[in-house]
């Protein structure tokens, strides 16, 4: 899905470059990720059914993307639309969660792209405010580092796994239009939808994230 996704704005970039304006640009971000996770441990007899144990945590990260827009063409009552592509080259890792019954895990969320769409209005001739939605995906990797080991001092990493990770994000910011290209400042949100993972002994891992960021942009329209 991630593929093809790609490969379709990718024609649509490359098919109408000519015919309308884009804008290329890095953005900086600080941003803070909630993640709560649970596992279901074995029962008494050995089976599955046992007691679920959580736990939550968060991270403040700061980060870095490029992104690249497309003006549509497409206006409506005085707003103009386009359609993004951003990356976000990092490893996020979300502190420890320890639920205090033998459950410790991490989950680390990497290669980030969002896909969205941008409708815009004009304030004024320099300042202009934007609302964005998109669909958001990368990878995540949960580790479920469980005190109960079957060796003493050791942990077991039977938990484990790593998915895709998939979501939706919108947010909101303002443009101010230079000489040399503009500045941004917006202000997003990405729920990510939970995703679970059952190893061999029939523990049942889940794991949930949302990820919040303030950033500021420079870029330039061509």
């Known amino acids: 899905m991630k593929r093809l996704i790609t490969a379709i704005f990718a024609s649509f970039f490359v098919s109408t470059f000519a015919l309308a304006e884009m804008s290329v640009g890095v953005k900086a971000s600080i941003a803070n990720m909630d993640a709560s996770g649970s596992h279901t441990t074995n029962s008494a007899s050995g089976g599955s059914g046992g007691d679920a144990v959580s736990a939550a945590g968060n991270a403040d990260f700061e980060l870095?993307?490029?992104?690249?827009?497309?003006?549509?063409?497409?206006?409506?009552?005085?707003?103009?639309?386009?359609?993004?592509?951003?990356?976000?080259?990092?490893?996020?890792e979300v502190d420890k969660l320890g639920g205090g019954d033998?459950?410790?895990?991490?989950?680390?969320?990497?290669?980030?792209?969002?896909?969205?769409?941008?409708?815009?209005?004009?304030?004024?001739?320099?300042?202009?405010?934007?609302?964005?939605?998109?669909?958001?995906?990368?990878?995540?990797?949960?580790?479920?580092?469980?005190?109960?080991a079957t060796t003493a001092g050791t942990a077991s990493t039977d938990g484990n796994t790593s998915k895709s990770l998939e979501g939706f994000m919108v947010g909101l910011g303002v443009q101010r239009n230079l000489d040399m290209g503009f500045l941004r400042l917006e202000a997003t949100m990405t729920d990510f939808d939970e995703i679970s993972h059952t190893n061999s002994n029939s523990k049942v891992v889940k794991a949930d994230a949302d990820m919040t960021m303030i950033s500021l942009s420079v870029g330039k329209t061509f």
């Open 64 to 92: 870095a993307s490029i992104f690249i827009e497309k003006a549509t063409g497409f206006e409506l009552n005085g707003v103009n639309f386009s359609i993004g592509l951003d990356v976000i080259p990092f490893t996020a």
């Open 102 to 148: 033998g459950f410790d895990a991490t989950v680390e969320v990497a290669d980030v792209m969002t896909f969205y769409i941008q409708p815009t209005f004009n304030a004024e001739d320099d300042v202009s405010v934007f609302l964005k939605a998109g669909y958001t995906q990368g990878d995540v990797d949960i580790t479920d580092i469980s005190r109960q």
